[in-house]
């Protein structure tokens, strides 16, 4: 327990891969919590300043490590609910030359409740299979259910016990309700729905929604997502990031753009997927982070660097590619307000935003400078600068657009589609496309509608060397399409 709040959060020991982030940050009830990974520490800051930390002695011994790296967050009633993973005690085996590897045996799953009133937390369930190399499915989002009064819990990142768990407030007690892996959720209208991950590297299917009247599982599934993108073309790689409900719609953000519309009832608002932001076989993604409510429209970040990794499981081709993309910074972070049928960018930041929540009058960002790391990059300090920023609400809803140049590899995007960027408010965007053959752009231009329109599809030309394409004449969101490959070539979109 402390008396004051100190919100920069320097390099400290918590053994894992790389860094954690301020996560799950929450004002209420007059309290700020959050947890900081990968020290697992969950803090609870009162107004008047007083502050209990908890640092998860309820599962393990310390020193724990962890705690939560998705926003695993709900509140109800009088408790804030928190879950996540926790290692407790955490075991670093040490270094061999640059290599660093975690022992997972002691690594659990967990839900605590935090009493506001009475200022305690409860472990409420935890769950781990004490396994070296293998966990189980980590807490990565919490629904509370009001029809009947429970805790839906989401598990996808883990090995075993995946899916979607109900859990009774009172005792603890959880049942699996879907087999299906799923990583994030929200309410829409009463019912609690989550995406399908069912193979992680592939990312989401689909969105699941758990009836709670009849408690079965309610499926939507896309067989073929160029049917149902805006611009035409098809989307890879979805890893999920985080889920809102706002408009009569469930909005589901990934990498790559957002799925939006009723997945219960597509035939009055059909299932649509906008592409945003989209840097094939990058790292750019709205992944762990969350979306926040503002002013009747939804603040949305988009993290710059959220994975990478700095020694390959094999040394092959294949990995070193990757470790190529993983390590191109596409750009910088940056928030995105969507009011239907614009999306205006309004904030750039650093690495990435890993946590939002609105205290009084300001929007609390939780910042990181570093990613999360790969199996072979663990080392016993969180390696990255953490903090919480804030930023006057107004401030925030009158911000002129930022510049900014986003940098896309020709070799990472191939022939596929790429960009979606948000165009509102700029005077002067540009792409600029330095090739290396003869070869066609193709820009389409549609807006985030409810429901959302394709306005514009236009070729152009392109030539060895610089080319410069005004797109000052493009109002809403564009995306690009290369018509050959050109794996040498570099992409900038200029944003003034």
């Not at 402390?2 to 020991?13: A, H, I």
């Not at 407030?169 to 699996?176: H, L």
């Not at 929200?186 to 590297?201: G, T």
């Not at 149902?228 to 753009?257: C, L, M, N, P, Q």
């Amino acid at each position: 327990m402390v008396s004051c709040m100190d919100w920069v959060y320097r390099q400290r020991y918590g053994p894992e891969w790389g860094s954690g982030g301020v996560f799950g940050l929450t004002y209420y009830k007059s309290v700020l919590y959050y947890t900081l990974a990968m020290e697992a520490e969950a803090h609870f800051a009162r107004d008047d300043g007083y502050e209990r930390i908890y640092r998860f002695e309820h599962v393990g011994p310390g020193p724990a490590s962890g705690g939560d790296t998705y926003n695993a967050v709900e509140t109800v009633d009088e408790y804030i609910y928190f879950g996540g993973w926790v290692h407790a005690p955490a075991v670093f085996k040490g270094k061999r030359g640059c290599i660093g590897e975690i022992d997972f045996r002691n690594k659990y799953s967990h839900l605590h409740e935090y009493n506001v009133l009475e200022d305690n937390v409860r472990l409420l369930w935890v769950d781990s299979v004490h396994h070296e190399y293998e966990w189980a499915g980590e807490v990565s989002s919490i629904v509370y259910d009001r029809v009947n009064d429970e805790l839906l819990i989401a598990r996808s990142d883990g090995h075993r016990n995946l899916g979607v768990y109900r859990v009774d407030r009172g005792t603890g007690r959880a049942e699996q309700v879907s087999q299906t892996p799923g990583l994030k959720g929200a309410l829409f209208q009463e019912y609690p729905c989550f995406d399908m991950q069912p193979v992680w590297y592939r990312g989401i299917d689909g969105v699941q929604c758990v009836d709670p009247y009849s408690r079965r599982i309610l499926e939507y599934r896309v067989e073929d997502w160029s049917k149902i993108s805006v611009d035409g073309y098809g989307v890879e790689k979805r890893g999920s990031g985080y889920a809102a409900s706002a408009y009569t719609r469930y909005w589901h953000f990934f990498r790559g753009g957002v799925l939006v519309g009723n997945p219960l009832e597509p035939d009055i608002y059909s299932m649509s997927f906008i592409r945003l932001l989209d840097f094939p076989n990058n790292p750019y993604a709205p992944a762990r982070s969350n979306a926040l409510e503002l002013a009747g429209g939804l603040l949305a970040v988009f993290n710059s660097y959220t994975h990478s990794y700095l020694h390959p499981a094999k040394n092959t081709r294949e990995e070193q590619e990757k470790l190529r993309a993983y390590s191109w910074v596409a750009g910088p972070s940056v928030l995105l307000y969507i009011t239907p049928p614009t999306a205006r960018i309004i904030m750039a930041l650093g690495a990435r935003i890993t946590s939002m929540t609105k205290k009084k009058d300001a929007i609390l960002l939780g910042a990181n400078t570093e990613p999360n790391l790969g199996g072979l990059d663990a080392s016993p300090v969180d390696t990255g600068v953490r903090s919480i920023v804030a930023i006057p609400e107004h401030v925030l809803l009158s911000a002129r657009n930022p510049p900014i140049v986003f940098k896309i590899s020709g070799r990472a995007v191939g022939d596929s589609a790429f960009g979606g960027i948000p165009l509102t408010g700029y005077r002067n965007p540009e792409l600029r496309i330095k090739a290396t053959r003869e070869n066609r752009v193709e820009i389409i231009e549609y807006d985030i509608g409810l429901p959302p329109s394709k306005l514009d599809e236009t070729i152009y030309e392109l030539k060895p060397g610089l080319n410069k394409i005004p797109l000052i004449d493009y109002k809403n969101i564009v995306s690009f399409k290369l018509e050959k490959t050109d794996p040498d070539a570099v992409i900038l979109v200029v944003l003034e």
